[in-house]
């Protein structure tokens, strides 16, 4: 079964740094999604993406956090600079349309720690 | 605004005991219901899925869950518990993005279960 890939799966990172992540969702599926999950927490969406345009970043803190998906393929979600209170599970997730029965595919997830 | 609630934020239960981990949503129309597992330091998978029709929907792993409108709820339920169920459970809604073009996920903020020998 196709998944959705993510790298990397864990970065340690300094506070006032730059750090990056990948995600390659499932062939076909146009809408992609980004969702941040605090330890103990549930996912909470940061944005989502109708194939290359950006339809819901009202959660996004766009002071320093910031997400493209050029070809509408891949994506990559950037914060700079990261903070202590960044420290979080970043999962991606795509779906084929945006259809609201369809399910989300989520990826392993990228494990982030600020020191 | 459509929100998620899961009372239980951490349930034991024995191997080969039955299972409900409780789901209540506010909504205002017909919603869509997710249950979804995450393993540690795994994404998450989805269990199964109710959009309408029959209101008792079967999954993955033998898990079932029943949707009670009169209720709000959603509950996920497994009659005999394995020690490989051990995990995090959540219930999602779907609900419109900001402008209502398109629609998300909102998840609850989910259920650690433990299970005993």
């Known amino acids: 079964e196709a998944e959705v890939a993510q790298s990397p799966r864990y970065k340690i990172t300094e506070k006032s740094q730059a750090v990056a992540f990948w995600c390659d969702p499932i062939s076909g599926h146009a809408t992609l999604y980004w969702y941040r999950q605090i330890l103990g927490q549930g996912p909470e969406l940061l944005v989502q993406f109708q194939d290359e345009s950006v339809v819901d970043d009202s959660q996004l803190p766009k002071d320093r956090f910031s997400a493209e998906r050029l070809k509408g393929v891949d994506s990559t979600l950037k914060i700079q600079p990261a903070e202590l209170g960044d420290s979080a599970m970043y999962l991606c997730?795509?779906?084929?349309?945006?259809?609201?029965?369809?399910?989300?595919?989520f990826g392993n997830g990228t494990r982030l720690t600020v020191t | 605004a459509q929100s998620v609630t899961q009372p239980d934020i951490h349930i034991t239960v024995s191997e080969g005991a039955s299972l409900e981990l409780r789901c209540n949503y506010s909504y205002g129309a017909t919603p869509y219901l997710f249950w979804y597992v995450q393993s540690p330091g795994q994404g998450l998978q989805l269990l199964l899925k109710?959009?309408?029709?029959?209101?008792l929907v079967q999954g993955i792993k033998g898990f079932e869950a029943e949707f009670k409108r009169s209720q709000s709820s959603f509950n996920l339920r497994k009659p005999s518990v394995h020690w490989s169920d051990a995990a995090e459970y959540f219930c999602a809604v779907g609900a419109p993005n900001y402008g209502g073009a398109t629609n998300k996920l909102i998840f609850g903020t989910g259920t650690l279960l433990a299970v005993q020998p």
């Open positions: 997730a795509s779906r084929p349309g945006a259809r609201a029965s369809s399910p989300l595919h």
């Open positions: 109710y959009f309408s029709g029959d209101t």
